[in-house]
């Protein structure tokens, strides 16, 4: 206990000190990068010709200057940037101007692309001020949209759709974008003469990345603590409460051949509703939800003794979510949205999240579950409160329940009636955003908890261009439990130290270069050791976005438990005992400015107690603007003495994207997995007939392998529409 109590105190007092350090600065670039934006009373057509008089009168933001490669000097791809608005919309226009001949690389029309793969434009809008949350809107070359919102200091979550227009209109010598984003999509307070902005342009063809308002080359151009200012003609009023309805109608044709069962037909519908209470506050409301349209999971191949992760993509839980899903770190969340109506259907849920005044932001979610099969009805709360401090910085702190209903008389149900998780989290982001980190205590509560029940951890990072040095530590209780949260492993102190260096060189082929070294290390509570990876590697970056790396790494477990290292349900290793290795591994991304590029990586070494070779490759391949073809596959080839199982397994997914306007789109993802015996077969239509309205239907099968009989499948149909 005095471990953890020092522990928690030095690495708290280590954060604020680097946290106060930032307190007087307003702002790297609000001062000195500011554009103006008068209000306009013409109608501005969405069309990609900036012909209306608004822009002629409308003060210019350019000048972009240089990010990657290199973050000196202007742009070669010059770029200008113009801003009106009306009582409803912001209206931007761009223009792209082309130094280079040849076609612009696009990968498709698919909304929320790959900004690295694509020609681009894109806005970050800071409209709180506080250089942590936002919003981002871009368009490709070819029109596709991409739009996300922004937290934790600029990360984008490309999850979020909301409504808005745009357009684009392509030249021999540059091309013309449009956006216009009505206010109501966006959440702000209301009464502030500014906002943070920025603007980025991806280049593809001189192998530049820029922006209006300059920023280091080793942060993204999204982190919101470099935006310049966008300086209001007269303040924006608050709005009275607005709300928005998205009824959906779906039908579906479900099989369980497996089990023998025969096809059922199935119809409901629902409801979500989104009640905007101020510009900074949103009630989401939905009853008798359905996520069958979300897209299919990219299947991994399983070697871990832990659960995998795969992220939340359901529309519902996205605004705002930051609240709630950033609390702890990657593998310490004591909250993760899919955990809900993973076993049982969410009859009804709201969630109330936003910002309160300048300095507050809350998030209230509460859901219900229905019984099903053995599992219980349920109801979920999550509630978040979130205190800036300093500059960029903030404390929160956070309670998840969940709480099973009606299990009295059931004799059979032998779980937890509740299960409840508290904490305390302090988040570090310097002015300068050269030092971040986190260091938080979660508590979980349910019925016969004893012993250590509790997480303390800790994490900083800084950053420079040259040099990146990151520290994380964890003591997780052995009785800690959050059972609407995503926690690996439970029972361990784990430290994991990065130091990672680059060299620029005045090369004309060469971006940059250089060492890293990182290791990942667990104890028992008694501080002896059970894991220990070691890992030093190489990497190399040219200009044309190529990139190797080469590594060696030493790894060594004590097992807790025994344990299968193929995960085929052959003869286990032993626990307690225990195993060290080495291997090395290779990795090359070819230019991703090609119509056909790919990524290959190799690993051959040790492994417990035998050996493994691993072969990982990603082929692309697009025919722009209509669609990409992208083949992905794992194959691992495991030798362990008998009377252990070796194994070869290979994972092969095979994906099709048409695109056949920004409108339409068809996906097909086939995914082969010998280790579960299973052949996946999933094709999704999309038609968006209006802004976030959509028709789907979408068909999924799976298979065994050998002889192709069907284990299950379905077919749904899905109409959803939004009303102002």
């Known amino acids: 206990m005095l471990f953890r109590s020092v522990f928690l105190i030095l690495t708290t ?4 000190t680097q946290a106060k350090g930032s307190i007087e600065n307003k702002g790297v670039n609000r001062s000195k990068y500011r554009i103006g934006i008068t209000k306009t009373s013409e109608d501005i057509h969405v069309d990609g010709i900036l012909d209306e008089t608004a822009w002629l009168n409308s003060e210019k933001a350019g000048h972009f200057q240089r990010v990657l490669p290199t973050d000196t000097g202007f742009a070669i791809a010059r770029t200008e940037v113009k801003l009106t608005y009306n009582e409803s919309t912001l209206f931007v226009g761009i223009v792209c101007y082309d130094p280079s001949t040849g076609r612009r690389p696009v990968e498709s029309l698919r909304r929320d692309f790959n900004f690295q793969k694509n020609d681009n434009f894109v806005v970050f809008i800071d409209t709180y001020n506080d250089q942590t949350n936002g919003f981002a809107f871009g368009v490709s070359a070819a029109g596709a949209q991409w739009d996300g919102l922004q937290a934790n200091g600029g990360a984008v979550n490309l999850d979020w759709d909301i409504k808005w227009l745009s357009a684009v209109k392509n030249y021999d010598d540059r091309w013309v974008a449009e956006f216009a984003i009505p206010f109501r999509s966006i959440r702000y307070n209301g009464g502030a003469k500014e906002w943070g902005i920025n603007f980025s342009r991806n280049d593809l063809k001189t192998s530049e990345k820029s922006s209006w308002a300059p920023m280091p080359r080793q942060f993204t151009t999204s982190t919101l603590a470099f935006t310049g200012s966008l300086i209001w003609d007269e303040p924006l009023s608050s709005s009275g409460t607005r709300f928005s309805l998205i009824p959906y109608l779906s039908a579906k044709a479900t099989q369980n051949k497996e089990a023998g069962k025969k096809s059922v037909l199935s119809g409901t519908g629902g409801i979500d509703a989104k009640v905007i209470l101020s510009t900074s506050m949103n009630l989401d409301l939905t009853v008798n939800p359905d996520y069958s349209q979300v897209e299919v999971d990219k299947q991994q191949t399983n070697l871990d003794r832990f659960e995998l992760f795969f992220p939340e993509k359901r529309q519902f839980y996205l605004e705002n979510s930051d609240l709630f899903a950033n609390l702890g770190t990657d593998n310490l969340r004591p909250f993760f949205s899919r955990r809900i109506g993973l076993n049982a259907p969410v009859q009804a849920g709201a969630r109330l999240s936003g910002k309160i005044g300048s300095n507050w932001r809350l998030g209230l979610m509460d859901l219900q579950t229905g019984a099903a099969d053995n599992t219980p009805a349920g109801n979920f709360t999550v509630a978040a409160i979130q205190r800036k401090v300093f500059r960029r910085s903030g404390i929160s702190a956070f309670l998840v329940n969940k709480q099973l209903m009606n299990i009295g008389s059931d004799t059979s149900f032998t779980g937890k009636n509740y299960n409840r998780v508290a904490g305390l989290e302090f988040n570090l982001a310097s002015a300068n955003n050269r030092w971040t980190g986190k260091t938080f205590y979660h508590q979980s509560f349910y019925p016969g908890a004893s012993g250590d029940a509790s997480v303390i951890a800790a994490n900083i990072t800084y950053s420079t261009q040259h040099l990146s040095a990151t520290l994380n530590q ?6 800690y439990f959050a059972e609407v949260g995503y926690i690996r492993r439970r029972g361990y102190y784990e430290i994991t130290p990065l130091v990672q260096y680059k060299f620029f060189p005045a090369s004309s082929k060469i971006a940059n270069h250089g060492p890293a070294i990182k290791a990942d290390l667990f104890f028992n509570h008694q501080l002896a050791a059970t894991d220990r990876d070691v890992q030093l590697l190489y990497l190399v970056e040219w200009m044309n976005k190529s990139i190797f790396q080469i590594d060696i790494k030493d790894s060594y477990v004590s097992l807790q438990a025994p344990f299968d290292p193929t995960n085929s349900g052959g003869v286990q290793l032993p626990a307690f005992q225990s195993f060290r290795w080495q291997e090395m591994g290779a ?19 040790g492994y417990f107690n035998g050996t493994r070779f691993t072969l990982n490759s990603e082929l692309y391949f697009r025919i722009q603007p209509f669609g990409s073809l992208a083949i992905v596959t794992t194959y691992n080839d495991i030798a362990l003495p008998s009377p252990c199982n070796s194994a070869q397994f290979i994972l092969i997914g095979p994906r099709l994207d048409i695109t056949l306007t920004n409108k339409i789109f068809f996906t097909s993802l086939i995914q082969y997995n010998n280790q579960i015996n299973n052949i996946n077969y999933n ?20 298979s065994f392998p050998g002889d192709w009989r069907v284990k299950n499948r379905g077919l749904v149909v899905k109409l959803s529409y939004w009303f102002n």
């Open 474 to 479: 964890s003591w997780v209780g052995a009785d």
């Open 587 to 605: 990795s090359f991304a070819s230019d991703i400015r090609k119509p056909f590029n790919f990524l290959l990586s190799s690993r051959y070494g």
């Open 13 to 16: 007092l280590l954060l604020v």
């Open 683 to 702: 094709f999704r239509f999309q038609w968006r007939f209006a802004p976030v309205s959509d028709l789907f239907i979408v068909y999924t099968d799976n």
